[in-house]
Structure formats: C-alpha cells, structure tokens
C-alpha cells in the first residue's frame, strides 16, 4: 500500500491483452566437439565419473533395501531411501555450475543432489580450507572415522568424507552429517553449500525464499537453488513460496543495492512422478511445469524446460540463469525433465508404469549416453570409464563398510546419555547479533516520532495514589513490544520483520507504527497473504544465520502455516544436532470479537510440539522483557499477543515498563498478586479475568488469590508454581484456550504429580467451552469468566458459604459434555 | 403410643455404638430413667435410661451390633401397640447409592439434561474420602479421619477440617490468623547426610538379610577360667583382654569345625585350612571389621597386639582397606555394654558369626547338691542355614564353650 504508487482507474480498465513469449522447451543444441572445448576433457570425465558415484550409491541403497545386502555384507536398513536413479545428469549438471557459496535445498529425494553437490564443492574448495572444513566438522568425528593410516590426499579424503557422512547419516549413525538426528530424507552438510532436504513435499520451497532472502538482505555471495518435484507444484506453500519470491516490491520499492529481484531458482526436478500419480496427464493441468512461470510475473520467471538426461544442458541452462540471478533479475523458475528408474521407495511395485517405459528411460540412460559421447568424440576410453566405474564401488563399498561398522560408526548412546537427543531440541545461546556490521537504518533511534509519542505517556498504568490512569495515559502493551523491536533493528544488522501490512500500516494492531520511518524496505516489508511461505521463509533466512521478526495477523492462520511452525521451524535445531540455530521469532496475534475464525486461542497446538518456545506475555512490562530475551536468543519463539491487551497500560509491575533495555526469561512464570488461599494461574490475557475473579472472591468470601501469570508456556519452570501450592493447597487453572486439550491441562497433571501430597483439591482448569467461538455479543458464553472461576472454586475446590452459582461447574456437567464431545 | 429408642450420637464423630447389654427383656416392664441397654463407643461405655415407662415392645438388634447412631433400637409403649413403623429398614450403604450423585456439592443450579443414570462412574466424595493435603496434616497431628466430618465438594475432608480440630497429642488445632504456612509437626532436630560408609554398612546388611538363612543360637559358657586369666594378665601388665582370649579360643576351636570356617560364593562353598579372623570395631564412622590373618596360628599376646594395631587404625581411618577384606569367620564383642544376647548379622559371604555377649553369674547345680553362682560368658552364633546347619553349629558352640571353660589349660594363655 506504499503512497508512492498510485493505482489509476484509467490505467487498469484500459482495454488490452497479455502477451507472453516463448517458453523454451529442450532448447539447448551445443555441438558436443564445443563443449569439449569449452569444458575440458577433465571437467567431462569428472561428471562422468560423479554421476557413477551417484549412482553407485543407490545402487547400493536399493539392494540393502532389497536384499539385506551389498557386496555379500548383510545389512539391515529399516529406515527410508528414496532414491533418484536415473536423475543424476540433473544432479550432476547443476552442481557443476554452482560454487561453494551457492546453496542448495532439496527434497525427500536429494541423495544425488547432496553428492554431486558435495563433490563439486570439493573440487572447487582449495585443500586447505578442505581440510579445516573436516577436521572441525563436529569436532573432527566424522573426519576420524574415515582416515585411516593409509594417508589419502586431501581431495580424495574429502570425497571418503562426504560419502561415508551422507551414508552414516541415512544409517543414524552418530558419525553422519547431522549426526544420525536428520537421515535419509533430511541430511545436509552446509560448510559445502548443502543445505537441508525436506521430507514434506515442496517443503524447501519457502525455506529456500527465506534463504535468498538472507542472501539479498544481508548482501551475501551466492545464489540459491530449490530442488523440488514435479509434484510439489501442486503444494499451496510450493505456490506462496512463489509469490513471495516473485512480489514487485524487490524490482520496484527496495532501496539502492537491494533492488532487484531475488538470486532464487526454484528447480523442479521433473521425474514425471508424485509418488504414483503423474501430474502430467493425470493430477495436474500444467502439461509442461515450466508453463506455471510464464504466468507469475512480467519476467515469465525466466522459465524454461530443460532436458535433465544431458548433464551438458543443465550446465548450460543454470550458467545461463545463475548470469540472470547475477543481475538481479531472479527469480527463474526451471523445469528439469528426468525420470526415476528406480521406485519412490523400495515398496513400489510400480503398478502405476509400464515395464515398457521403464526399459524406454534405460535406454536413454544419462550414464552410458554420457560416456558413449565421451568415447566416441575420444575424450576418453572405455576402460577409462570401466576404471571410474571401479573406483565409484571402491569408493561406496569403503564408505559403507565404515558405515555399517558398529565400532567405527557408533549410534547416539540414548541410554547412556539421555539428553542426547534432548538437548539439541533448543540452542539456548544468546547473541545480541547475528552478524557484526552497521545496522542499516533510516534515521537516529532516538528521532523516531513513535518514541516522541510514547516519551509523553507514563511508564505505569497507575497513578500516584495506585488507581489506573486513562489507557491513552499510560505505555501500552503494543508501544512495549515496538520498544523491544526497535531496539533490536539497531543492534542487530540482520534482523527484518515482514507479514502482512507491517509496513505503512504499521501492523493491523499498530504495533510496528514508526518503524516505516526507521527502516529501509528490506528490513520491513510487506508480504503476500501467505502465512505458509512467510513463516517458511523465516526459517530459512533464521537457518542461514539471520534474525527474523515473522507475523501472523490472527492466530486462525496458524492453521494456513501449519507445516511451517510444525514441522520446520520446530525441527531444524533438533534434525541438525544443534549444527543449525534458529533465531526466529514468530509474533502470533490472537484475536476477540471476529467469531469463530478470528478469534482462537492455539497456543495449545504449539506446545505440543517438541523444538518450539512458546511465550503468551499479558502486559506491557512481560511483553518487552520477553520479546527482548527472544530476540537475543537463538531459538524459535512463537510469540503470542492478545488483542485484548494491546492498549492495556502496566498495572502490575512496580514502576511499570523500562525505558532501559531489560529482559524477562523465557520460561519463568510470574507471581502478580500476592495470596494465601487459592493459587489461580492464568495464561494471556485471561489475567485480567482472573483478576476480577480474585478480586470477588476477597470481597465476597474473604479469600486471598495467589495470582500467577504462566507467561511462557515451553520451557516452563514449575518452582514458582510449586511453592505456591504448597502455600494455598488450592489450584485454578485458566486461559482462553478450548478447555479440551488445552495446554493448562497438561500443566495441571504436572502440579498432580509434582505437588499430590499438597492438593486439598484437584487441580481445576477452566477454559472456553469447546464450540465455535460465537458472535462478539454471546462471547461471554464462550470465554472463562470471572463468575466462572468462583463457581469452579466453589464446585470442585471449596464450597463458597452462601454462594449461588450461575454456571454448571460439577463433575456430573463435565462427564455429559465430555461424552457429547462439546 | 409407643415410642422408638434411638441409638444416641456419643460425640461429634462417633458413627457407630456396640450394644453391649439389653439390661430388659423384650415384653419387660420397664420405668421411666431405667436402664434399658448399655454400649459403648470406641472410648467409654454408656447406659441407656429409658425417656418413658411402659413395656419394652421390641428389640431391633442382638447384644454386640454395632448399631450406626441415630438408629431405632427399641420400641417402648403398651402391650399391643403397633411397633412396625419403627423397625429399621436394611441399610444402604451411602458410598453406592446412586442418588449421591444426583445432588451437585452445593449448586442450586440444576442442569436440565444431564442423565444421572450415565454419571456413576464419576468418583464423588463419599463420607472417607479426603484430599492428600488434608491426609498428610492428619497424619502429622495424629488424627483420625474417620472421626473427621468433611466440608469440601461432596463431604469430602478437606484441609480446613482437619485444621478446626486439635490434635490428640493435645497441640491446638487453630492457628494465628495471618499464619499462611502451617508449621509441619517435625521434630527433626539436625539432619544428617549419609555417609557413603553408612551406605555400604546398610547396604552389605541389608544384602545379608535378604540373602541368607540366619539361624542365631545362644550358649554360656563358665568363664571363671577365663576371669582368672585376665586377672592375671593385669597384675602382669599385659594388655590382653577378654576378646582376644575368646579370639583365640575361637579361632582354635574353629580348626576341627571346619564347615563353619568357611565362605558361601556363587553356590561353592570354600572351606580354609586357616582362620582368617574378622573382629568388629566400633569406630566413629560406623562398623569396620579388620581380618587378623592366620588367627588360629598366633600366639595370644601376638594375637592380641595384631588386633590392637588393626583396631586402632580403624579408629584413625588409616587402615590399609585390603586388610577388610579376606576374613573366614567374624566375631562382634557387644559384651562390654552388658548385651546378654543379641542376633549378629552374618558377613557374607562368611557363613558364620559369633557374638560375643557379657558376663553374668548363672547358677551351676554342685556334685554335693545345692547350686553355686559361677560367672558365664554368653556367646550368639549366627550361621548360614543355606550352609550349616543347627546341629554342627551347636556342636562348634558346645566346643568353643568347653574350650573357654578350660582356657587356662590352653598353652598359648599359660605362657
């Protein structure tokens, strides 16, 4: 919505007609005799010999898969291996053109792409840098495992590595790249560009925007490459990846250095096949994929067909689109046709495909077509390739003795050790930065016209004498987290927000107001409405090395990022062994008033995830404290603020809200009310209903509440909590969550267990009913309210002298409505 | 008009009484301030004055029924008037009826479709039940919760209403206003963190129990012959007590015992040729338990000063710990603190421990009749059923008795 544009009624009606121009399809027509002069024969013998290494290697995978053996050494391999036989020409072609500091992210299908790339980066790295890469690699492990007093020449010991790492790690051994915690479908190594495969269809896709996005806003060499399936195009997060790859804003708003479009190509490693249906023909319309970028933007993408059996015209089509990413013109969208011989997975029977077909693709096989060129224009001979051929078994039958050697490749020892895979859930580091260099910044910190308008408010939400002041008086929740904010854009150089209308708008809750005015484009801007590639891309820029401030305008659209926040921005950390962090924070608004899909409370959803930190602050003083711990952290923190509080001053924090920096650990709960009767522990904004709760139950039964604000969910300390009950032997529970499954649950058999001998009543967890939330009007209904808590007290804690109830808090009412599923 | 005779309440807590006596008969004339029965509570017995003259028209219950309070137990009117409407109807135990269920703790609520009859699994509060918090201040303060009336959801004891009572040993049950935290009756007075030595001490006993057969067996054995000795040894100035010389009879009656002599080890029993002598030591660390090697073959006072030097260093804490190991045979002297007989705890994997007990005066029938008062040392010799049974164990203390009895005419003393 930037003013500058104007949108002109007599521009956009005018009568017209898009006209797009050829997509190449197969285009490349080089005569072989000039690429031997432009490549080299060495350079053509090395693709050859890469691609028999590839090769060798699943060749090895399938049979373990298939007969519990390779080369008489049995073996057993429980676990996936999908493999690309027959797509090594792609594999192979596309890591020869990329250098070390290009990254590639990949699939569930990505073995070949890891090794080729891998073996590219050995051939391009120089020996010393090689050999330091290795033996500081998980401390030299895996190195270890492979140098043996045979001393081998740095490149070839590099090549040991780099297979025998990609195989411990499909075989979980703790000796593989991420040490046996990623596998098969997840192994990256990124000191060679390697970045992580995704096991979820299409998941690289926004991970890998976020990656070019690190790329272009922190100014790194580099481009990057998404190597997903055919398939996946049919993913939505696949298409928002796209979008948001692809907004005008790179080309047309961003400043200076960083105007242009993104250094991305999105490569769809076309095999024909999803895992048994075909897009082409069958569940998909597109016909030919590279037809979906003629449609995304002016540039088409840059899209175009490539023939993925000729390991020389994918060389030529990714020099020819890494030159376009050079100048700024990404991103290219490539459709690189290949095909699998082998099955998705060693369970395919391929009823799907013709045994015709099959012996179709063989016939072409990129391999042998490859080396029949070789030989034929004389660039080598057919021993030569019967000796690259040898030395490919060589090299997989040493990396997979090694791998499957119990001594040599040893599993994590769990037993031994049982935070061994524990302790890589959070990095729990602590860096004011991500990056040392000047924070790139539109004006001074202390001109910035929020700040002036904050400046005239009070710190406390109270006055003098304890009352509270009028809401426009006082700091306001929100203006506490911009504070945070702000003052982390200019401490760290790497750290951007994005999300919806965060720019000029200032955040549809005005919590980012005055930061247009502080920050240039790339370090806040606005997104397409795609909550899937914008929390998906902040796990990528937060994987590369980046601080990143995500949002998602209700927290109903967590379900539209759903993969994202459960399966990638909660598993990096814990998938990589602690090789990658994940400085993410993920602001979630949680709205009222908008019914029954803008208006939920799911921190719930995020703590049953392993790998997340979950933080639901409920006034100003917790909101900046915390939001300040998170952007100085190295974990994902998913950052819930309820809309109910934005304007809600500090009420309980003596002196109220800092100006000064100051943090509030994430994981430490928070006496607000001193009590002896009954503990009442609140989450979000359901403080503030807890307080009138506490408040009657003083003025009308004479009892002392214990208010206690859980203010992080994950990681939670239980101390406080603890002493508490042993206090008041008394506990309510309750936030705005659904009551089933909610998180206050899980806490409550906490406490059960923790403090049993101290309860002189169960603990009771009150929270909204399990329906739609209704209409702003019968919200009442649906939220805890304070009558609740007291007639909850008065049924299942304590019986309240003379107290009449207005709602049904017995144990008969709960039984009925459980067995109704309401 | 006939009148009912209730089992009266005797006390807030009291549930039930015992009839202990019908004091009339049925059809009896009874006056008004007779005693009609008596019964009893759990502290006191009462007697029951009948509130009316008239016949006893009925009993309800049998001498010795325990009778819930408040139950018609009699009928008291003139021959002929009808009793039926006060003869009690069997019992329904409360925790079981359903209708429990049905009454919400104190809603005035009603939900208008729940369906009572589905709801019987839910587990409500009856008359026994009491939160864990209320449990433990009761048991702290010693008071009985069945004696407790509850005041929580559903009746059930919450920690309020064990606080309202005072507690049998006589503390107040009310506490200071403002007082949060209520002080836990805990005479703890210092807390002392376990040694690992007084880990291993447990853990080596406990492991004895657990895993042998112990068979203690108590004998005397005269010990004039013996006090005769250490006098003398004391007008010498030797230092040699009465432990080493029962050290030394020990060990040399062990030699034609060798089943006793003997360690228990992975279902092999291994006898030895020699005494390897383990002797308890008190020291401030706890039991330590020192081997005077080849015991059987060293002179007394060699004997004597060998365990004097091992027993010191135990004390110190300086001893050599390969000589706590490596012992056949343990003896434990508790004689010195007047024990009379105890039951020694074996020490694996020996198979046999002798306790060494004090002296004391027994009467000793004479030849020429009458009895004498004779000085006797008691020993309690612990053996290993598994391994050694009672009779060789018997015959051992028989032996070792005789040889202290005749101690003085053992060479090694006499030198």
Redesign the interface.
Known sequence: MPKSQLIDPKKVRKEGLIVFRDVPVNQYRTPFEKEVTNLGSEALMRICGDMMILREFETMLNLVKTTGNYEGIPYNHPGPAHLSMGQEAAAVGQAFVLDVDDFIFGSHRSHGEILAKGLSAIAKLDESRLREIMSSYLDGAILRAVETNNRKPVRELAVDFLIYGALAEIFARSTGFNKGLGGSMHAFFTPFGIYPNNAIVGGSADISVGAALYKKCNRKEGIVVCNIGDASMGCGPVWEAICLATMDQYRLLWDGAYKGGLPLIFNFMNNHYGMGGQPTGETMGFEILARIGAGVNPQQMHAERVDGYNPLAVIDAFRRKKEILKQKNGPVLLDTVTYRISGHSPSDASSYRDKEELELWEKEDSIAAFGALLTGHKVCSGKDLDELRSLSRELVLGAFKLAVDDSRSPRMDVRKDPDAIGRYMFSNRRREKMDDRLCETLLPMSENPRLAQIAKRSRSGLDAGGKELPKGKAVQFRDAVFEAVLSAFYLDPTLIAYGEENRDWGGAFAVYRGLTEALPYHRLFNTSISEGAIVGSAVGYGLCGGRVIAELMYCDFLGRAGDEVFNQLSKWQGMSAGLLEMPVVLRVSVGSKYGAQHSQDWTSLCTHIPGLKVVFPATPYDAKGLMNAALRGTDPVVFFESQRVYDVGELFHEGGVPEAFYEVPIGVPDIKRVG?DVTFISVGATLYTAVKAADALHSRYGLNVELIDLRTLTPLDYSIILESIK?T?RVLLTGDACQRGSYLNDVAQHITELA??????PPVVVGSRNWITPAHELEKFFFPQPEWLIDAV???????PG??????F????G??IA?LGI | MSIPISMPKQGQSVETCLLLEWRKKKGEQVGKGEILFTYETDKASFEYESPAAGTLLETFFNEQDDVPVHTIVAAVGEPGESIEQFRPVPAVHPEISPDR??Q??????E?T????A??E??A?AGPAAA??????KAALRRIDLSKVAG???GG?I???DILARPAIDGTSGTYPEGN??VPEMDDTVSEVAVSKMRRIIGERMQHSLLHSAQLTMNAFADATALLSCRRRFKAENADITITDMIAMAAARTLLSHPELNALYRDEKILRYGHVHLGIAVDTPRGLMVPVVRFADRLPLERLSAKFKELSAQCREGSINPDLLNGGTFTISNLGSFGIESFTPILNPPQVALLGVNAVSLRPVGMEEGGFALRPHIGFSLTIDHRVVDGAPGARYLKSLCDAVAEIDANPAVRT
């Open positions: 002896k206090k032997g049993f001998d101290d309860l002189d009543a008065h049924e299942k804690i304590v019986p309240l107290h009449t109830v207005t709602t049904n017995t144990a008969v009412e039984f009925r067995k | 269920v049905e919400p703790a104190a809603s005035s609520q939900s479709a729940f369906k009572p589905s709801s699994a839910i409500t939160s864990p918090r209320a449990r433990r005041s929580g959801p059930r919450i920690e309020r949060d935290v």
